[in-house]
């Protein structure tokens, strides 16, 4: 196999999407929150997806970090940077994510996609989690 990126004139940069996490290219360009927000720290609207034990959480990260890129050639960079806002929870293999700006819906909408085409539907679950006037988080199953 080949290098995880590899540089070409013709296009700047290519991806080897399986060696997406070791790709410094990316790794340089998607960073974290310099401070994850704590789950209750998130907006009203929000996700969250809870995985089977079975799922690598590094699958899970690749996947997020994959719909972060796709909104950033939807929204551009800088807006991705000022509006994402997510916790990642690799122990309990859970991921809430910000869902109240049209940044937070479209990484939503790609990390959905992107994750039910590479596991199956039995090993993750979405939930809905609105804040209720009390401030607690209301759960609704999708």
Not at 20 to 33: A, D, E, G, K, M
Not at 101 to 127: A, C, H, S, W
Request: aromatic fraction near 8%; hydrophobic fraction near 35%; include cysteine.
């Amino acid at each position: 196999p080949g290098p995880p990126c590899e540089v070409r004139k013709d296009r700047g940069y290519s991806l080897h999407l399986l060696d997406f996490q070791r790709c410094s290219l990316v790794r340089r360009h998607i960073r974290p929150p310099r401070h994850s927000p704590s789950a209750a720290a998130l907006k009203r609207r929000q996700h969250r997806y809870t995985f089977d034990v079975q799922v690598p959480a590094d699958d899970i990260e690749t996947a997020y970090l994959l719909a972060v890129l796709s909104a950033e050639s939807i929204h551009g960079e800088a807006q991705v940077r000022l509006d994402e806002a997510h916790v990642f929870e690799p122990v309990s293999r859970t991921c809430t994510i910000d869902a109240s700006t049209p940044v937070g819906r479209d990484i939503n909408r790609l990390f959905t996609g992107y994750v039910r085409r590479e596991f199956d539907e039995g090993q993750f679950q979405i939930k809905r989690l609105d804040a209720a006037a009390t401030g607690e988080l209301a759960g609704t199953t999708i």
